[in-house]
């Protein structure tokens, strides 16, 4: 039987994630830097994936990385995701990497192994929107070069390297400098989505399945943007929680009141059977189980609606104060709403997961 609760190792990883982000990923800090032309934090990132190594948890030992499992990679998610963390983690150190988990040949080795070590961000070239499975657009490829353009990249202004799928079915590499990257307007500003034009841009050769590579990248996407969003949603719980405990009206505590009660307590467990749906596509991710399938599709199906219901109430309940700026209830909101249509909306998923156990609607 499978044990979805947490490790020791785990709770360990945890509190050492959790620790670094008090330090050095704080509200403030992070509303300043969406203001700037620089949402991404490089110090940051620099400490969580050369620091502690978090980069290359999925990749082997022999090949620079941690030789870790999606659960590790799923607690290091959930506090991201509470601290809204401007980082291209989930980008770089899972879907990028995923991606070339799913291919043979020198040049998947080597970058690999460059994104182990945290010094090299990698970016799949594919729609933030995309669904695992689904269609996706591609460029063409002619005389060694990639020629189009792509939107809605996440973290493509990030990005060192970009693994870009093409017309003729192969996935290429492509340097960032050789492209250009133009920031696209996008709802949350600590994931930034760009448009990626490639005229000529030199392109080397990772694997000539891209389907099958993008394909799993995303559905690691899929599963573990659960985890993401589980952490957000137990930090508004969590915070709004303290504020109504806090607050006072008619000189008593806010929290106090039944009917403001029964929605917390509504969202608690909300959160509780996220947390569920959120280990389970985790656990199996980490196991290569058969119904791996079946519990993503779960997991983000239930994951995004909640993690936005959280936000909102969040926002709500915190009043006067949630509305502005400087409050950062907003940037978990913004973050929720992006990540509801992020590797596939909650619908696409109950679809999926409609012919994955045989219920088609009539």
């Given at each position: 039987?499978?044990d979805l609760l947490y490790t020791?190792?785990?709770?360990?990883?945890?509190?050492?994630?959790?620790?670094?982000?008090?330090?050095?990923?704080?509200?403030?800090?992070?509303?300043?830097?969406?203001?700037?032309?620089?949402?991404?934090?490089?110090?940051?990132?620099?400490?969580?994936?050369?620091?502690?190594?978090?980069?290359?948890?999925?990749?082997?030992?022999?090949?620079?990385?941690?030789?870790?499992?999606?659960?590790?990679?799923?607690?290091?998610?959930?506090?991201?995701?509470?601290?809204?963390?401007?980082?291209?983690?989930?980008?770089?150190?899972?879907?990028?990497?995923?991606?070339?988990?799913?291919?043979?040949?020198?040049?998947?080795?080597?970058?690999?192994?460059?994104?182990?070590?945290?010094?090299?961000?990698?970016?799949?070239?594919?729609?933030?929107?995309?669904?695992?499975?689904?269609?996706?657009?591609?460029?063409?490829?002619?005389?060694?070069?990639?020629?189009?353009?792509?939107?809605?990249?996440?973290?493509?202004?990030?990005?060192?390297?970009?693994?870009?799928?093409?017309?003729?079915?192969?996935?290429?590499?492509?340097?960032?400098?050789?492209?250009?990257?133009?920031?696209?307007?996008?709802?949350?500003?600590?994931?930034?989505?760009?448009?990626?034009?490639?005229?000529?841009?030199?392109?080397?050769?990772?694997?000539?399945?891209?389907?099958?590579?993008?394909?799993?990248?995303?559905?690691?996407?899929?599963?573990?943007?659960?985890?993401?969003?589980?952490?957000?949603?137990?930090?508004?719980?969590?915070?709004?929680?303290?504020?109504?405990?806090?607050?006072?009206?008619?000189?008593?505590?806010?929290?106090?009141?039944?009917?403001?009660?029964?929605?917390?307590?509504?969202?608690?467990?909300?959160?509780?059977?996220?947390?569920?749906?959120?280990?389970?596509?985790?656990?199996?991710?980490?196991?290569?189980?058969?119904?791996?399938?079946?519990?993503?599709?779960?997991?983000?199906?239930?994951?995004?609606?909640?993690?936005?219901?959280?936000?909102e109430e969040a926002l709500q309940?915190?009043?006067?104060?949630?509305?502005?700026?400087?409050?950062?209830?907003?940037?978990?909101?913004?973050?929720?709403?992006?990540?509801?249509?992020?590797?596939?909306?909650?619908?696409?998923?109950?679809?999926?997961?409609?012919?994955?156990?045989?219920?088609?609607?009539?």
């Amino acid at each position: 039987m499978t044990d979805l609760l947490y490790t020791e190792e785990e709770e360990a990883l945890r509190a050492a994630v959790r620790d670094l982000l008090t330090d050095h990923c704080d509200a403030p800090g992070v509303i300043a830097r969406t203001e700037s032309g620089t949402p991404h934090d490089p110090q940051l990132w620099k400490s969580l994936s050369v620091g502690m190594g978090l980069a290359g948890l999925l990749v082997p030992e022999a090949q620079g990385g941690q030789g870790a499992t999606h659960r590790e990679v799923a607690v290091v998610l959930e506090e991201l995701g509470r601290a809204v963390a401007p980082v291209p983690y989930l980008t770089s150190a899972v879907v990028a990497t995923e991606a070339l988990l799913a291919c043979d040949g020198e040049e998947a080795a080597r970058l690999l192994t460059a994104l182990a070590s945290g010094r090299t961000v990698g970016a799949l070239a594919v729609s933030l929107a995309t669904a695992p499975g689904a269609p996706f657009k591609a460029v063409r490829h002619e005389g060694g070069a990639l020629h189009g353009e792509l939107t809605g990249i996440a973290e493509a202004v990030a990005a060192d390297v970009l693994l870009v799928p093409a017309e003729d079915g192969a996935l290429y590499a492509v340097d960032a400098d050789a492209v250009t990257v133009t920031a696209q307007v996008s709802l949350d500003l600590t994931r930034p989505v760009a448009k990626v034009t490639f005229d000529g841009a030199p392109a080397r050769l990772v694997t000539s399945d891209a389907p099958t590579a993008v394909r799993r990248a995303l559905r690691a996407g899929a599963g573990l943007l659960a985890s993401e969003q589980l952490g957000l949603a137990d930090w508004t719980l969590t915070e709004t929680v303290r504020y109504l405990k806090e607050r006072k009206q008619f000189n008593r505590p806010v929290g106090g009141f039944q009917a403001l009660k029964h929605r917390l307590a509504q969202l608690w467990l909300e959160v509780v059977n996220t947390r569920a749906a959120a280990r389970n596509a985790a656990d199996a991710l980490a196991h290569g189980s058969e119904d791996a399938d079946v519990s993503i599709a779960v997991a983000q199906a239930y994951a995004a609606p909640v993690a936005v219901h959280a936000a909102e109430e969040a926002l709500q309940l915190h009043a006067g104060i949630g509305m502005t700026w400087e409050h950062p209830v907003h940037l978990y909101l913004k973050r929720a709403k992006a990540d509801s249509i992020a590797y596939g909306t909650a619908g696409a998923h109950r679809e999926a997961l409609a012919g994955l156990v045989d219920l088609q609607a009539p």
